[in-house]
């Protein structure tokens, strides 16, 4: 799967405040979408994904205009998991990741035998092969999260969008899914809340606030306690980690809280790898 260039230019949208967008993604880079609730995000992807026509500005893809492209010829091109997959379905599992082969199949198109291997395996990779004949509706969240991965890469992508594909994951699951995506080599738009997460899995974070871009660059450059205090109104600490990773220490000011016996709380670190240590002390 050869990566695809998105660029983003002048892109405004009313309702979500988006305001003359700009953004130019190289073939295989991981942008991570960072930002409030309502900042924009989804608004921003579903532009991407042709699921929105903008007011004005243009989303090209490798150099092609999505609103001037067929529906069909951008699925074929680009895979998207959004937020809540659908609970309601009767189908099967497998049933439903092979829905993600209609994009580039015929009207009456069948699976041939590689299309069969590619949904298979893709059952494999995303954890989900046990759940194959089993119906959507008796799925947890993750497990439906999974199914809409493995649709997606099905689809066979050149672009991800992914609009906060964790929320429903446990923390080894996060960690696989992100691994997956990077190991793919594919172009990616990741919306995240989790910014340990975002800065450990991304090459490239870009955060929105109020629908303008207000950061971009390096998970290093762009999550900083100023970021944190300006734009999500968290007094916090961030300090490096290992291997790139990021820490992020945040302050809870609450004053019906219980006296602590420990002087330390109120100081709570939470690492990428999911632990929680007691605070520092620091003030
Ligand atoms: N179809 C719509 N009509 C009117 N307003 C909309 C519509 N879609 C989104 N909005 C508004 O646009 C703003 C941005 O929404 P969006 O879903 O893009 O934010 P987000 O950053 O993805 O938020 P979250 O982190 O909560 O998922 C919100 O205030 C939302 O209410």
Not at 7 to 13: Q, V
Not at 77 to 96: G, K, S
Not at 202 to 228: K, Q
């Amino acid at each position: 799967m050869t990566p695809v260039a998105v660029e983003i230019d002048g892109l405004s949208w009313a309702p979500a405040g988006l305001a003359d967008i700009a953004l130019h993604v190289p073939p295989g880079q991981i942008v991570g979408l960072l930002g409030p609730n309502g900042s924009g995000k989804s608004s921003l992807l579903r532009c991407v994904y042709r699921s929105l026509r903008p007011d004005a500005g243009t989303v090209r893809i490798d150099g092609a205009d999505v609103w001037r492209t067929p529906a069909r010829a951008v699925a074929r091109q680009v895979a998207v998991l959004t937020q809540d997959a659908p609970a309601d379905l009767e189908n099967t599992v497998e049933q439903i990741v092979a829905l993600g082969r209609v994009p580039h199949q015929g009207p009456f198109g069948a699976l041939s035998p590689a299309e069969r291997r590619l949904v298979a395996d893709a059952m494999g990779r995303c954890g989900i092969a046990h759940l194959a004949h089993r119906s959507m509706t008796t799925l947890s969240g993750g497990e439906r999260q999974r199914v809409q991965l493995a649709r997606a890469l099905v689809q066979e992508p050149r672009l991800l969008v992914l609009d906060e594909p964790t929320n429903h994951l446990d923390l080894r699951h996060r960690v696989d899914l992100l691994r997956l995506v990077r190991g793919l080599g594919v172009t990616a738009l990741i919306a995240l809340h989790d910014l340990q997460l975002a800065a450990a899995a991304c090459h490239r974070l870009v955060v929105l606030d109020h629908g303008r871009i207000v950061a971009d660059g390096t998970p290093a450059d762009v999550v900083t306690v100023e970021l944190l205090r300006d734009v999500y109104h968290v007094d916090a600490s961030v300090a490096p980690g290992p291997g790139g990773l990021l820490t992020i220490a945040v302050r809870l000011h609450d004053r019906h809280a219980a006296p602590a016996a420990d002087s330390g709380r109120g100081h709570e670190h939470a690492s990428v790898d999911g632990r929680r240590q007691a605070g520092d002390g620091r003030p």
